[in-house]
C-alpha cells in the first residue's frame, strides 16, 4: 500500500481527488472561462504566451486547463493519484497528446522531485499548503521551482484562532469516520451552520442573496457550491496562518508581495502573488525582516524593504472565500 493510501486508510488525509473526480463532472465551458479568467485577474495578465506554469497540488485539472488555454507551458502534479488522473482526464480532452502539458504524481514535500521539475515563470499552489501536514516545510520548498524574478501565487487558509482549532478537530473526525458515515456527519455539522445563515439573510430582509450566493457559486473560480463544502469539511490535513505570518515568511526568503487578498477575519483563503527576489535581496538581511504590527488583519502588516516598489491590494473579499 502507497504512503498515500495508508494516510486515506488511518484518517490521516482526505480524499481530495475522488472528490474532484465527481466535480468533474459538472465542469463545462462557463466554469473554464471563470477559472481563466480568475487568473488573469489575479496574474493580471490578459495571456501567458510563452511563459512557463507549474500547478503545485492541480487537484481536478482545472487551472492546469486555464494556464494552457491562456497559452503557458504546464507542468502539474499532486500527491492524490485521483486527482492527478483527474488532471491527466482534461489534458486528454482538451490537449490531447499536447507536449506543452506534463502531469506528474509528487509531492510539494518532497524538494528532490521539485528540484528535477526545473524552475518556472509562474508558480501556483491554490489551497495546497496548509493541506500537506507540514504547511510551513510546504510554503518553503515551493519556492525551490520559482524562477528568479518569477512569481509565486498560493492561497492559505485564514488563521480564525479557537474556530479554526475547532475546524481541525471536525475535520479529523469526517477523515476517521467509515465512509457511510461521513455524508451524515456532514450534514449534522453543516445544516445548523446553514440554517443560521439562512434565517439571518431572512432577519435582514435578504433571502435571495443567501439562494443568489449558491446558485452564482461558480463565479468563484469556476468551483461548485456542494464540491467545495465536501472539501472543505474534508479538507485534512489542516492548517492555517495569519496573512501577516505569510508576508513575513516569504519576505524572509527575498520574496515581495506584488499583490495580496485577504478575507479579514473570516473563514476562507487569503491569496497571495509573490514576486521571487532573492536574487537581489538576499544580501540585505536586516532590510528584509523589518516588520510592524498590523492594525488590521493583512493591512499594512509589511513595513516596505526600502528600495523595492511593492503594491499592497487590500481587497476586502477574494474571488472565493470557500474550501480550499
Ligand atoms: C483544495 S485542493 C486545491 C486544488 C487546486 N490547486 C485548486 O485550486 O483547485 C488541494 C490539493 O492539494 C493536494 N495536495 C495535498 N498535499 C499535497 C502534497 N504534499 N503535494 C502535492 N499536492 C498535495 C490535494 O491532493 C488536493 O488535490
Not at 499548503?129 to 485564514?158: C, Q
Not at 477523515?175 to 451524515?184: I, Q, S
Not at 516588520?291 to 493591512?299: F, K, L, S, T, Y
Request: aromatic fraction near 12%; hydrophobic fraction near 40%; charge should be positive.
Amino acid at each position: 500500500m502507497s504512503r498515500f493510501h495508508q494516510e486515506v486508510a488511518s484518517g490521516q488525509r482526505f480524499e481530495f481527488g475522488r472528490n474532484w473526480q465527481r466535480f468533474l463532472k459538472r465542469l463545462n465551458g462557463q466554469r473554464i472561462r471563470i477559472a481563466a479568467r480568475s487568473l488573469q485577474r489575479r496574474l493580471g495578465v490578459s495571456s501567458l504566451a510563452g511563459t512557463s506554469f507549474l500547478d503545485a497540488g492541480c487537484g481536478s485539472g482545472l487551472f492546469s486547463l486555464a494556464a494552457r488555454q491562456l497559452g503557458a507551458f504546464v507542468t502539474s502534479f499532486d500527491y492524490d493519484p485521483h486527482s492527478v488522473a483527474c488532471t491527466m482526464a482534461l489534458r486528454h480532452r482538451f490537449f490531447p497528446n499536447d507536449p506543452g502539458w506534463e502531469v506528474h504524481q509528487g509531492s510539494v514535500l518532497d524538494r528532490e522531485f521539485l528540484k528535477s521539475l526545473g524552475r518556472y515563470d509562474v508558480v501556483y499552489s491554490w489551497g495546497v499548503l496548509h493541506h500537506t501536514g507540514a504547511m510551513w516545510e510546504a510554503m518553503d520548498s515551493v519556492t525551490l521551482p520559482v524562477k528568479p524574478s518569477g512569481r509565486l501565487f498560493i492561497a492559505i487558509y485564514n488563521d480564525q484562532g479557537w474556530q479554526s482549532r475547532a475546524w481541525r478537530h471536525l475535520k479529523r473526525a469526517y477523515c476517521r469516520l467509515p465512509r457511510g458515515l461521513k455524508l451524515p456527519f456532514l450534514l449534522a455539522v453543516n445544516a445548523p451552520i446553514q440554517s443560521a445563515i439562512f434565517l439571518r439573510s431572512l432577519l435582514l430582509l435578504q433571502p435571495h442573496r443567501y439562494v443568489l450566493k449558491r446558485l452564482l457559486y461558480r463565479n468563484n473560480r469556476g468551483m461548485s457550491w456542494w464540491h467545495d463544502l465536501v472539501d472543505w469539511m474534508g479538507g485534512y490535513p489542516f492548517e492555517v496562518a495569519t496573512p501577516e505570518a505569510v508576508i513575513r515568511f516569504y519576505r524572509e526568503r527575498g520574496y515581495i508581495v506584488d499583490n495580496f487578498w485577504t478575507v479579514r477575519n473570516r473563514q476562507g483563503c487569503n491569496e497571495f502573488v509573490f514576486r521571487n527576489l532573492s536574487h537581489v535581496l538576499l544580501g540585505n538581511v536586516a532590510e528584509r525582516t523589518v516588520v510592524r504590527e498590523a492594525d488590521e488583519p493583512g493591512q499594512e502588516a509589511v513595513a516596505p524593504l526600502r528600495g523595492v516598489q511593492t503594491h499592497h491590494s487590500l481587497t476586502a473579499q477574494g474571488d472565493r472565500r470557500g474550501a480550499a
